[in-house]
C-alpha cells in the first residue's frame, strides 16, 4: 500500500526534527536525565511538528535503551509503538472527541497501571477544541496524574485554552520552519525519491507551505506525479499561483495608470482557469515586499528573494510611496474580502478595484487621501528643488482645481515680499572639474550597498561620484525625484560608510548635485560611471 512522502518521511529522532532544535534539545536532555514532565504543551501553527514530537516523546519516555537522548527504535517498546500495537499509547483527535464523557473515560482509565510499557502516554490532539465541561473534567487530572501517566496535548490555537489548563504544563511553542531549512528537505526527499526537482521549485514550495514542513512535503508528492521534473512553472501551474513577472506586470500598470494592461492581466488569470482570489493574495503578498523595501535599510532579511528578485523589487518600490503602499493594500484587501462573498463574481471585483488603484480620484477612502496629500508634498518639494512642471499625464492623479473666481492678486508694494522657505534645500551647482578627480572606487562601494539597502543601490544606478581635494564627495544624480529619494539621513550614512571602506581617500563630507541637463548624466572624465 503506498505510503504519503510526509508520513514516510516523518522523523524517526529528535535529530531529524527539522527547525526545532529549542525544542528537541530539551526534550532529549529530558530523556537523557529521565527528568520527565507529568503535562506537555505543544503549540504552534500546523505542519510544524507537534504531533512527530509528541510521538517522539512517548517512544523516549518509554523506550529501554535511549540514545544521546533520542529513542533507539529498536527496543521492544520502540517498535511496539511504532508499529501502533501498544494499548499503552492513546491518541485522541479533541476535534471529534470533544464531550465531557471523553474526558471521564481518560479520568477513570488513568488509575490503572500500564500492561507492558513503563509509562501510559495519552496524546490529545487539537485540544482547544474540548468543551468547557471537558476542560474541567480534565483539570484535576493533569494537575496530579499518577505516577506512571504522561499527557501530550497539542493545539494550533493556544488562545483558545483555559489559563489553568496552559498552566498545568510544560508548554513549548513550536515555530514555523524557515524556507531554507524546508528547501534542504525537500531536496533530500527528492533525491531520495528520485525525483528530479529543480531548486527553484523547491524554493517556491516552501514559500507557499508558509512554514510548514508537512504541506511542502505534500506539494513536493502532488507536483512529481507523472515522471516529471519538478519546476518553478509546474509548481505554479499546480497550485495556480502567480508569476513574479505578472505581478510586476500588474504594479507596473497600475503605476503607469494603465487599464487596458489592468484587464489583460485579468484576462489572462480568468483565462488560464486559475482563481482569481490566489492571484490576489499574490498581489498583496507583493504589496507587503514593496512595504518592507520602503520601510527599513536591512530588507533582504525580511524577505526570502534572490538578489535578483531583490532587485526587480527594489525598482518597482522606486515608483510608490508608503503611504500609497498602505492605501492600495487596504483596498486590496477589501476587494478580496468582497470576493469571498457568496455569489460575488471575482472578475468584476478584481477589474473595479484595479481601476480604482489607478486613479486615486475614484477612491474617497482616509487611507487614499492620505496617499494623495503625500503625493502632492512629493511633488511640491520636487518644484522646489527646481524639477520641471509636473506634466499632464502625471497631473491626472492631482485632486481637479474648482472653476471659482480668479483671487485678485495684491497690490505691488515697494519693498519685495518675504519668500517662503523652500520644502527642501535646492541641489548644489556642478562642481568645477578642476577641483575634483574621478572616484574609481564608486562600483565597489555600489557593490558593498547592493547587500544593505537594494533599494537606495537602485537609486544609484545611475549616478556618476567623484571627490575634491579636502576629501568631500561628490555624487552626481540624473533627475530631482531621485534627488529627493536619496538625499535623506539614513542614506547619506550608509553611502559615507561604504565610500570610507572602499576609497583610499576618507571622506570629509556628501554632497548631492544634479546634472547639468537635469535629465541624464553627462559622461565625462572626472565623474566614474556606474557600469551595467
Known amino acids: 500500500m503506498h505510503r504519503a512522502l510526509y508520513r514516510k518521511w516523518r522523523p524517526l529522532t529528535f535529530d531529524d526534527v527539522r527547525g526545532q532544535e529549542h525544542i528537541t534539545s530539551i526534550l532529549k536532555y529530558e ?62 483527535d479533541a476535534a471529534s472527541n470533544n464531550g465531557v464523557e471523553n474526558i471521564r473515560d481518560i479520568r477513570d482509565e488513568v488509575v490503572y497501571t500500564p500492561s507492558s510499557l513503563r509509562y501510559r502516554v495519552y496524546i490529545v490532539d487539537e485540544v482547544h477544541m474540548l468543551s468547557g465541561s471537558a476542560f474541567n473534567a480534565l483539570l484535576k487530572t493533569l494537575e496530579e496524574p499518577p505516577a506512571h501517566v504522561i499527557f501530550i496535548l497539542a493545539t494550533t490555537e493556544l488562545h483558545k485554552l483555559p489559563a489553568t489548563i496552559i498552566s498545568r504544563c510544560q508548554r513549548f511553542d513550536f515555530r514555523r520552519i524557515t524556507v531554507p531549512v524546508i528547501v534542504d528537505r525537500l531536496t533530500e526527499i527528492a533525491a531520495a525519491e528520485g525525483i528530479p526537482l529543480e531548486r527553484d521549485a523547491a524554493i517556491r514550495i516552501a514559500r507557499i507551505a508558509q512554514g510548514g514542513m508537512r504541506d511542502a512535503v505534500s506539494l513536493l508528492e502532488l507536483c512529481s506525479g507523472g515522471d516529471r521534473t519538478v519546476t518553478e512553472d509546474l509548481v505554479r501551474e499546480v497550485t495556480g499561483g502567480s508569476s513574479r513577472e505578472q505581478l510586476i506586470r500588474t504594479l507596473t500598470a497600475i503605476a503607469d ?57 527594489a525598482a518597482v518600490a522606486a515608483r510608490f510611496d508608503r503611504e500609497t503602499v498602505l492605501a492600495h493594500t487596504r483596498h486590496l484587501e477589501q476587494a478580496l474580502y468582497t470576493m469571498q462573498r457568496s455569489g460575488a ?8 478595484a484595479l481601476i480604482r488603484l489607478c486613479d486615486p480620484r475614484l477612491d474617497i477612502s482616509a487611507d487614499a487621501l492620505i496617499a494623495r496629500v503625500a503625493d502632492l508634498e512629493r511633488r511640491l518639494a520636487m518644484l522646489a528643488s527646481g524639477a520641471a512642471p509636473i506634466t499632464a499625464a502625471a497631473a491626472s492623479a492631482a485632486p481637479a482645481q474648482p472653476t471659482a473666481q480668479p483671487i485678485a492678486q495684491p497690490a505691488v508694494s515697494a519693498e519685495p515680499a518675504p519668500q517662503p522657505a523652500p520644502a527642501q534645500a535646492a541641489p548644489a551647482q556642478p562642481q568645477p572639474a578642476a577641483d575634483l578627480h574621478g572616484l574609481s572606487v564608486w562600483p565597489e562601494v555600489i557593490e558593498q550597498l547592493r547587500g544593505r539597502d537594494a533599494a537606495l543601490c537602485s537609486f544609484l544606478q545611475h549616478a556618476r561620484a567623484a571627490q575634491r581635494a579636502d576629501g568631500t564627495v561628490i555624487v552626481r544624480l540624473p533627475n530631482p525625484f531621485v534627488l529627493t529619494m536619496v538625499d535623506r539621513p539614513t542614506n547619506r550614512e550608509l553611502l559615507l560608510s561604504a565610500i570610507a571602506a572602499q576609497a583610499d581617500v576618507p571622506p570629509t563630507g556628501l554632497q548631492f548635485e544634479l546634472a547639468p541637463s537635469g535629465s541624464a548624466v553627462p559622461d565625462d572624465d572626472i565623474f566614474t560611471a556606474l557600469e551595467g
Open 345 to 352: 463574481i471575482k472578475r468584476m471585483c478584481a477589474e473595479l
Open 31 to 92: 530523556t537523557q536525565n529521565a527528568k520527565f514532565s507529568h503535562a506537555y504543551l505543544f503549540c504552534g501553527s500546523r505542519g510544524t511538528g507537534k504531533t512527530t514530537c509528541a510521538k517522539l516523546l512517548a517512544r523516549a519516555v518509554n523506550c529501554l535503551s535511549p540514545r544521546d537522548g533520542n529513542p533507539c527504535g529498536e527496543c521492544a517498546a520502540c517498535r511496539g509503538i511504532l508499529d501502533g500495537a501498544e494499548t499503552d499509547v492513546i491518541e485522541m
Open 257 to 313: 495608470r494603465d487599464c487596458p494592461a489592468l484587464f489583460a492581466v485579468v484576462d489572462e488569470v480568468v483565462t488560464s482557469s486559475r482563481d482569481i482570489a490566489v492571484f490576489w493574495q499574490d498581489l498583496i503578498a507583493f504589496y507587503r515586499d514593496i512595504l518592507v523595501m520602503l520601510s527599513t535599510p536591512d530588507a533582504a532579511r525580511y524577505l526570502d528573494l534572490t538578489a535578483a528578485e531583490t532587485e526587480q523589487l
